[in-house]
């Protein structure tokens, strides 16, 4: 939604700065609610005139401001656009109400049409700052659009040289001004009106109609299966193909997705040139007039395909901002350039004034020097005077005084010389001051690192200490479980040796058990084996006498090793017996 505001907003400002007829940057009340009106019946708005004549219900009457018309204009009108609404329409709009002011009576190569084309082309191609401008990056990309579309070859000696005339206190051009260099046909020479023409629609159908290509191609039918020339129109989403390239006889559509898919076919049917548009609910057989524009189409119907899928804009829309982030990152980087520049002269300028100060210094010191220098020239004149003036009276005294006057010489001369060399001493230490000044700075660092390890040292003793402890903590444990373990497991060796003691006892029970049991069993077989012979007899004489055989007391008790040769109650015992061992180990 963004991006289609923005666009609108181009075309809006070029009709509110139409209606601004005194140039205040103001419009009446009156021409802006007939504006809103219009804008909202090619929108497709609704309009609400009773919130328009509330947001412009106050006491002033007079003409309200750009940024005054903005809000309304943004809350009643923008927020509510759909993209469902003709941009032509909505764009002729805007150029009517613009173009009898602005435009010049020159004669011009383009007619209205083209020149409303080329208004329409500017909004896209212009950037988004106010006044609307077209740099000249954007004009030669159009100026070279508009020359391959003409067949032409491009001048970049021609475009050069009219950059370098270019005004320098100007960004761009304004729309007014590109279209006078279009229409005077300074980079068109050689070329009719129509071709010229011819190149306008061309750009503005890719450009602003989105119309990636488009041309003359055989598509055979669905019902009928007969061949019939169409003219096909390839736009990101759909291909739309019509009767004839006036384009008012529309025949039919094949909507692109993702799902779509393009694929050659071989020659067939004498016809030629063939390929396949395979979509989800229908397949189109389409033949071109040659191989070249049959892989140009193919080429072209993958490429829409693909970026269905990757979801990106149109080529031309992607180029355009990249062109635009290009120019947003050279600016950023002029920017910093001259930032650094500036930085640079301000640090320059700083040590020139450093410089002139020490110049100034310099000169002082020498006006000094000179000073004393004519102090002493000064004293050694006086001196020589009072020596002429007293040379007649006392020769023996000027004897002296020139004596005197040498040493006074000599003295100077010294004192010049210490002066010299109290210089150099100064120079020297303070040489020595920064030399000592960056010792102790050195110094401190090295103290505050020796600081750091040492901290780092003690508290890395501290830690193996801490480890060492916990050392001989973890063995002393270690070598108590260990110790209790060994208990342990002398213990259980021990209770392992009396279990087998007792489980060899048991066996042995166990086995006399088995041998009297034996011994019961084959005697209660004999008995048995007599009572049955017996009570056979008794049946065979007296059938109506049964004998009461003896029958155990006792249920019968079964172990590991079968039958019990032992009562209940002597099991009893012995699992008292059993249960006192193992709870006394």
């Not at 943004?74 to 941009?87: A, P, R, S, T």
């Not at 004009?139 to 050069?160: D, R, S, V």
């Not at 669905?222 to 019509?242: A, C, D, G, M, Q």
Request: include cysteine.
């Amino acid at each position: 939604m963004g991006g289609l505001k923005d666009e609108l907003l181009k075309a809006i400002w070029h009709a509110f700065t139409a209606l601004d007829l005194d140039r205040s940057g103001k419009v009446s009340k009156s021409q802006l609610k007939v504006l809103s009106h219009n804008l909202c019946t090619v929108l497709k708005v609704p309009h609400d005139p009773v919130a328009l004549e509330e947001h412009f219900r106050d006491d002033d009457e007079g003409p309200v401001s750009n940024q005054g018309y903005m809000p309304y204009l943004n809350k009643f009108i923008l927020e509510k656009v759909q993209d469902n609404f003709d941009k032509i329409e909505f764009n002729r709009m805007c150029w009517t109400l613009c173009v009898k002011k602005n435009l010049t009576k020159s004669p011009l190569l383009t007619t209205e049409e083209d020149t409303f084309k080329i208004w329409v082309i500017f909004n896209f191609l212009s950037e988004d700052k106010y006044p609307l401008i077209i740099v000249p990056e954007e004009i030669e990309y159009l100026l070279k659009k508009l020359t391959e579309a003409m067949g032409g070859g491009w001048q970049q000696e021609q475009f050069e040289h009219y950059k370098i005339n270019f005004d320098d206190g100007k960004d761009g051009l304004s729309v007014w001004e590109l279209i006078e260099l279009i229409g005077n046909g300074h980079f068109s020479k050689g070329m009719d009106r129509q071709s010229l023409s011819m190149a306008i629609n061309e750009v503005f159908n890719e450009l602003i109609l989105d119309v990636l290509k488009q041309g003359y191609m055989m598509k055979k039918g669905h019902k009928r299966k007969n061949w019939t020339e169409r003219w096909f129109v390839l736009k990101p989403h759909i291909i739309s193909y019509y009767v004839s390239e006036d384009l008012k006889d529309k025949k039919g559509e094949i909507l692109l997705d993702e799902n779509c898919c393009v694929e050659s076919l071989p020659d067939k049917d004498g016809k030629k040139c063939l390929f396949l548009i395979k979509c989800l609910d229908k397949t189109f057989e389409i033949s071109a007039s040659d191989k070249k524009k049959k892989q140009e189409w193919i080429q072209a119907i993958h490429s829409t395909i693909h970026l269905l899928e990757l979801g990106s804009p149109p080529p031309h829309k992607e180029a355009r901002e990249r062109r635009k982030e290009q120019r947003k990152k050279l600016l950023a980087e002029q920017e910093e350039l001259e930032r650094q520049m500036k930085e640079l002269q301000a640090a320059n300028e700083n040590k020139q004034q450093e410089l002139e100060t020490v110049r100034k210094k310099l000169e002082e010191a020498a006006s000094r020097a000179a000073e004393e220098e004519k102090k002493r020239l000064q004293t050694q004149v006086e001196l020589q005077a009072r020596f002429s003036t007293e040379l007649e009276r006392e020769k023996h005294i000027r004897q002296q005084m020139e004596e005197q006057v040498a040493q006074k010489s000599s003295e100077l001369e010294q004192y010049l010389q210490r002066v010299r060399e109290l210089e150099d001493m100064y120079l020297q230490l303070q040489e020595a001051l920064e030399d000592e000044r960056q010792a102790r700075q050195d110094e401190e660092t090295v103290r505050k690192l020796q600081a750091r390890l040492l901290e780092e040292e003690s508290a890395k003793r501290a830690e193996l200490e801490r480890w060492h402890v916990e050392q001989r903590q973890a063995i002393q444990t270690t070598e108590a479980e260990k110790q209790e373990l060994e208990n342990q497991r002398v213990l259980k060796e021990r209770a392992l040796q009396e279990a087998m003691a007792q489980l060899h006892q048991l066996e042995l029970e166990r086995k006399q058990a088995l041998e009297q049991y034996e011994g019961v069993k084959k005697k209660l077989e004999m008995a048995t084996s007599k009572t049955k012979s017996w009570k056979d007899k008794v049946a065979q004489h007296e059938g109506l006498i049964r004998l009461i055989e003896p029958g155990s007391k006792n249920p019968h008790l079964i172990t590991n090793w079968g039958p019990a040769a032992f009562t209940e109650a002597e099991l009893e015992e012995r699992e008292k017996t059993w249960k006192g061992k193992k709870l006394a180990e």
